[in-house]
């Protein structure tokens, strides 16, 4: 059973990606005190926090370790509670394995049900019926075996994974001791329902996985293509949720879709799969069940927007009660007063509630225009981080979400306008101003953030609209790119066919794994001007180690500023002194700088690997 288990996730990775799954260490919580996942105090200055610190927040902090084990040896009944796909399913049969793999061999019994399945069919069963019935039946000896459990009850191991009532009479008598009195039971449930069970249970809180366990699971999914995610704040907090660390590696080792992906479409993908596992429904019934869950699915989406217009994770304006659509939401009780406590949801990661409340948009598109100007303003500047999501939502290529939602022609109408209006809303306003102290994102909207827009939209013709109201020049520099943006700007630039762009990367830091993404892009850049010594710039400050062989297929050349630093030369030296052929120095010289000699002295060194050196006189302030 838990190989099975395991190996339904296996499946998911396409081709010969077949990481060898098993159970990652989860943050489990013993605290006796009331969950703070579960009751909260209004927060009146949590808005002030910066974007990244929101994010953060989400990972849950280490706690002493739990060992499964632990939990499987112990003589208390176990209540696990957590949040939807968190991780309580794989913890019962981590628990499972162990139990199977045990080293003694004492006679006791286990029995697993999985409630989702068979809740049902299990109404009206008695115990012989619910042990062997259901579960698994004694090749011989059946009423002997039966005996033998109700007499030594205190050798039995029951788990009931995923119950949301008590509806089955056996299931209450087993739970309450009436049948089975020293049986040990193992129960997981969602913080809704942890109130159903009263009693002798000790209660253990799972909390999903933590920073160092999410490091150590894209690892050994991913490997190198770990740091695709690793450098994406908000998809590294997306996956303390197992159940969505799971969609994001797989999205990321998929030979169907480029490399990396574009972020929307893990987010589709969870949803997909969240509706699926949550349904039971197979890859081929999915789509005509989301179709039967449209109202639903949009009005989570309505309720999502108003939050996220407020600024707040509290779903006050929920109407949904659909059990499945309900699978992204935790519940919240909202203290307000000494004597009154509210109860309201929110998303297990607020970048969900995002992507939900773009949909909406879409959905009523005569309010995207509004949005876009909110966008613009201090109060509603967080709204812009919606605008991505639509971008990919709008595209009608696999895998699909909203054509089961909206009709295909509203979509295409909204399309049709779309693109332009955001890059002609967004374009006069593209700034270099700092970030507000109070919002990363700060009031302006960057020319990066309208290339990951672009990106999300996989639209060749919306790239070169843009391109084309930029003339062609695309100025990144004083910017810091990780390597999803890297990876947009690449994308924009290649889709300009007929002219070659003008790249300025003045002053830019840019990782190893984004300066990769770029390099996919210079056929599509003007080789000339300033951009190889910028390039060669970025390249000798950087501490990681580049492909420093590329840089050259531009011009040929090595480029200096004759008044660089001097730490810059002497890496220069390095690289010459590495490289199997002499090298073609080119030394650029602002005349209105005196040339710094005890640097340029530095080269004396590499004289032997030169193959021609020339000064190059330039005006910086053409640049």
């Known amino acids: 059973m838990s190989n099975k288990f395991w190996g339904e996730s296996q499946k998911l990775f396409g081709g010969n990606k077949k990481p060898d799954l098993s159970y990652a260490t989860l943050v489990l919580d013993t605290d006796e005190s009331v969950s703070p996942s579960k009751i909260k105090k209004v927060k009146k200055k949590k808005s002030k926090l910066s974007r990244p610190k929101k994010m953060r927040k989400y990972i849950p902090e280490e706690k002493p370790d739990i060992p499964p084990s632990?939990?499987?040896?112990?003589?208390?009944?176990?209540?696990?509670?957590?949040?939807?796909?968190?991780?309580?399913?794989?913890?019962?049969?981590?628990?499972?394995?162990?139990?199977?793999?045990?080293?003694?061999?004492?006679?006791?019994?286990?029995?697993?049900?999985?409630?989702?399945?068979?809740?049902?069919?299990?109404?009206?069963?008695?115990?012989?019926?619910?042990?062997?019935?259901?579960?698994?039946?004694?090749?011989?000896?059946?009423?002997?075996?039966?005996?033998?459990?109700?007499?030594?009850?205190?050798?039995?191991?029951?788990?009931?994974?995923?119950?949301?009532?008590?509806?089955?009479?056996?299931?209450?008598?087993?739970?309450?001791?009436?049948?089975?009195?020293?049986?040990?039971?193992?129960?997981?449930?969602?913080?809704?329902?942890?109130?159903?069970?009263?009693?002798?249970?000790?209660?253990?809180?799972?909390?999903?996985?933590?920073?160092?366990?999410?490091?150590?699971?894209?690892?050994?999914?991913?490997?190198?293509?770990?740091?695709?995610?690793?450098?994406?704040?908000?998809?590294?907090?997306?996956?303390?949720?197992?159940?969505?660390?799971?969609?994001?590696?797989?999205?990321?080792?998929?030979?169907?879709?480029?490399?990396?992906?574009?972020?929307?479409?893990?987010?589709?993908?969870?949803?997909?799969?969240?509706?699926?596992?949550?349904?039971?429904?197979?890859?081929?019934?999915?789509?005509?069940?989301?179709?039967?869950?449209?109202?639903?699915?949009?009005?989570?989406?309505?309720?999502?927007?108003?939050?996220?217009?407020?600024?707040?994770?509290?779903?006050?304006?929920?109407?949904?009660?659909?059990?499945?659509?309900?699978?992204?939401?935790?519940?919240?009780?909202?203290?307000?007063?000494?004597?009154?406590?509210?109860?309201?949801?929110?998303?297990?990661?607020?970048?969900?509630?995002?992507?939900?409340?773009?949909?909406?948009?879409?959905?009523?598109?005569?309010?995207?225009?509004?949005?876009?100007?909110?966008?613009?303003?201090?109060?509603?500047?967080?709204?812009?981080?919606?605008?991505?999501?639509?971008?990919?939502?709008?595209?009608?290529?696999?895998?699909?979400?909203?054509?089961?939602?909206?009709?295909?022609?509203?979509?295409?109408?909204?399309?049709?306008w779309f693109f332009k209006e955001l890059i002609n809303t967004f374009l006069p306003h593209l700034c270099e101003q700092e970030e507000a102290d109070t919002e990363d994102s700060g009031l302006h909207v960057h020319i990066l953030f309208v290339c990951q827009c672009l990106y999300e939209s996989q639209s060749p013709e919306a790239c070169v609209y843009l391109l084309d109201k930029l003339d062609y020049h695309l100025d990144l520099s004083g910017d810091s790119l990780d390597p999803y943006p890297c990876c947009a700007v690449a994308y924009v630039v290649t889709q300009s066919k007929e002219r070659k762009i003008r790249l300025n990367l003045e002053d830019v830091i840019i990782s190893e794994q984004g300066m990769r993404q770029l390099f996919e892009c210079f056929k599509n850049v003007q080789g000339s001007g300033p951009l190889p010594r910028q390039l060669w710039e970025i390249f000798l400050i950087n501490e990681e180690q580049m492909n420093f062989v590329s840089l050259f297929i531009l011009d040929g050349n090595l480029h200096l500023l004759v008044n660089a630093e001097k730490k810059l030369f002497e890496r220069a030296v390095e690289i010459m002194q590495r490289m199997p052929t002499k090298v073609n120095v080119c030394l650029r010289w602002d005349k209105e700088t005196p040339a710094c000699h005890s640097q340029c002295e530095s080269l004396l060194k590499a004289l032997p690997f030169i193959s021609s050196l020339r000064y190059v006189a330039f005006a910086f302030k053409q640049l």
Request: aromatic share 8%; proline share 4%; with cysteine.
């Open 70 to 416: 632990e939990l499987l040896e112990t003589d208390k009944n176990i209540l696990l509670v957590g949040k939807p796909g968190i991780g309580k399913t794989a913890l019962t049969h981590e628990m499972l394995r162990l139990w199977a793999e045990r080293e003694s061999k004492e006679p006791d019994y286990m029995f697993y049900f999985d409630m989702r399945e068979i809740s049902d069919i299990i109404r009206d069963k008695n115990l012989e019926e619910l042990l062997f019935g259901v579960f698994c039946e004694p090749d011989e000896g059946k009423d002997e075996v039966l005996q033998d459990i109700k007499r030594h009850s205190d050798n039995i191991t029951i788990i009931f994974d995923g119950i949301t009532d008590l509806s089955s009479q056996v299931v209450k008598k087993v739970l309450t001791k009436k049948l089975l009195p020293l049986a040990k039971i193992i129960i997981t449930c969602r913080p809704d329902n942890e109130d159903l069970f009263s009693g002798d249970f000790h209660k253990v809180e799972v909390k999903g996985f933590s920073e160092q366990t999410i490091k150590t699971y894209l690892s050994a999914t991913l490997g190198e293509d770990q740091k695709k995610v690793l450098s994406n704040l908000e998809l590294v907090t997306l996956c303390h949720v197992p159940m969505y660390a799971l969609m994001v590696t797989v999205c990321f080792s998929s030979k169907d879709a480029p490399q990396p992906c574009t972020v929307t479409e893990i987010y589709i993908n969870i949803v997909r799969f969240c509706l699926q596992i949550n349904s039971q429904k197979t890859n081929e019934d999915l789509n005509s069940f989301i179709k039967t869950k449209r109202e639903e699915i949009l009005s989570l989406a309505e309720a999502a927007f108003l939050a996220t217009q407020q600024k707040t994770v509290n779903l006050t304006d929920l109407t949904c009660k659909d059990i499945c659509v309900l699978s992204f939401l935790k519940p919240l009780l909202i203290k307000e007063a000494v004597t009154e406590t509210i109860t309201t949801h929110a998303f297990l990661h607020y970048t969900v509630q995002e992507f939900f409340a773009a949909l909406w948009l879409l959905k009523n598109p005569d309010k995207i225009r509004d949005v876009f100007q909110q966008c613009l303003t201090e109060e509603k500047k967080h709204m812009k981080h919606l605008i991505p999501f639509m971008c990919r939502l709008l595209n009608e290529k696999s895998p699909s979400l909203m054509k089961h939602l909206i009709p295909d022609q509203d979509l295409k109408n909204t399309s049709n």
